[in-house]
Nanobody
Framework: VQLQASGGGLVQAGDSLTLSCSAS????????MGWFRRAPGKEREFVAA????????QYSDSVNGRFTISRDSSKNTVFLQMNNLRPEDTAVYYC?????????????????WGQGTLVTVSS
């Protein structure tokens, strides 16, 4: 499986940005795709996830209410709509795929990773 993340950029606080993650290669009937991020000097953290049914939407507390994860199964693409961005959202964002349906996705469950896309939010 190859994951291609895109959509990062430099924005100002309060702006919106949408990240995309397109999957190609081997396909899975059941899976969970998620977004993680790593801020400078910090550990990688979970952001959001969605399963192959388009359900079990998961969000971290820090983005809940501001970010929305969705998918277009016809295009094997997952999106992360990020609204009201804050400087603390600055990070490299990675998409990942777990060929399973965990109740709560963690990084250790991810079998396939995208290359990351940088989001920088200026104050």
């Amino acid at each position: 499986v190859q994951l291609q993340a895109s959509g990062g950029g430099l924005v100002q606080a309060g702006d919106s940005l949408t990240l995309s993650c397109s999957a190609s290669g081997r396909t899975f009937r059941l899976y969970t795709m998620g977004w993680f991020r790593r801020a400078p000097g910090k550990e990688r953290e979970f952001v959001a996830a969605i399963n192959s049914f388009g359900g079990n939407l998961q969000y971290s507390d820090s983005v809940n209410g501001r970010f929305t994860i969705s998918r277009d199964s016809s295009k094997n693409t997952v999106f992360l709509q990020m609204n009201n961005l804050r400087p603390e959202d600055t990070a490299v964002y990675y998409c990942g795929l777990d060929p399973g349906l965990p109740k709560r996705l963690t990084a250790t469950m991810v079998n396939y990773w995208g290359q990351g896309t940088l989001v920088t939010v200026s104050s």
